[in-house]
Each structure stands twice: as structure tokens, then as C-alpha cells.
């Protein structure tokens, strides 16, 4: 069963920086493409960055230059490092994992359920002016 447990969230001030870490377990078989995603109260969820099982990124262009995204492969950790803060990156943060077009001849037979995609809960992150 794969599980995702994000932290590293709170409150900080215009112009600190927090990381965020994504602890992700039950992949058995094969590997995954990571996601950070955010949402503030009254909108919709939206992309900040993501990280292929290849380690290609990509980041949104609000955060361009503030946030970057890594990950740990050996210890299954995915992390959002996040810089320059500004009030309006106040929003719940999410990490998310799914299956990888580079992997999916992988996803068959009992590796087929790590072709899904799966949620962490959020880590609330709040930035004051």
C-alpha cells in the first residue's frame, strides 16, 4: 500500500524559507514521478513542481527561482525546497506521486496498483507580511 506523509510546514515570515519533506513508501516494484502541488482557501489546486523517476523538473512559474524540487531515491523522500517567501505562497502543500511514462512497461500484473496516483494529507504553510 503506498503512503505519502508530508512535513515540514509552518508559519515564517516574508522572505524565509522553509523545506518540505515528502516520505513516501510501498513502491515494491517499480518507480514513480513526484508532485508538489498547493491550495489556498477558495481556489484550486495547483501545480508547483515535479520531478520525473529520471530526474527531469519542472517548476510552475510563480515560483521560478524561490522553489526547488529534489528527491532521495535510496530513502524514498521527496523534498520542496522553498525560498523567498512571499504571503501569497500561503496554501496547504501537497505532495503527490504517480506512475512514469519511462516506467510503464514496469506497471503489469501485482506493480500495477504503482501506476496510480496517490496524495499525501498536506503541510499547511503560512506566510506573513
Known amino acids: 500500500q503506498v503512503e505519502l506523509v508530508e512535513s515540514g510546514g509552518g508559519s515564517v515570515e516574508t522572505g524565509g524559507s522553509l523545506r518540505l519533506s515528502c516520505a513516501v513508501s510501498g513502491y515494491t516494484f517499480c518507480g514513480y514521478d513526484m508532485s508538489w502541488y498547493r491550495q489556498s482557501p477558495g481556489k484550486e489546486r495547483e501545480f508547483v513542481s515535479r520531478?520525473?523517476?529520471?530526474?527531469?523538473?519542472t517548476i510552475a512559474d510563480s515560483v521560478q527561482g524561490r522553489f526547488f524540487i529534489s528527491q532521495e531515491k535510496a530513502g524514498d523522500m521527496g523534498y520542496l525546497q522553498m525560498n523567498s517567501l512571499k504571503p501569497e505562497d500561503t496554501a496547504m502543500y501537497y505532495c503527490k506521486t504517480e506512475g512514469s511514462a519511462a516506467l510503464r512497461d514496469c506497471y503489469s500484473g501485482r506493480a500495477s496498483l504503482e501506476a496510480l496516483d496517490y496524495w499525501g494529507q498536506g503541510t499547511q504553510v503560512t506566510v506573513s507580511s
Open positions: 520531478i520525473d523517476s529520471d530526474g527531469k523538473t
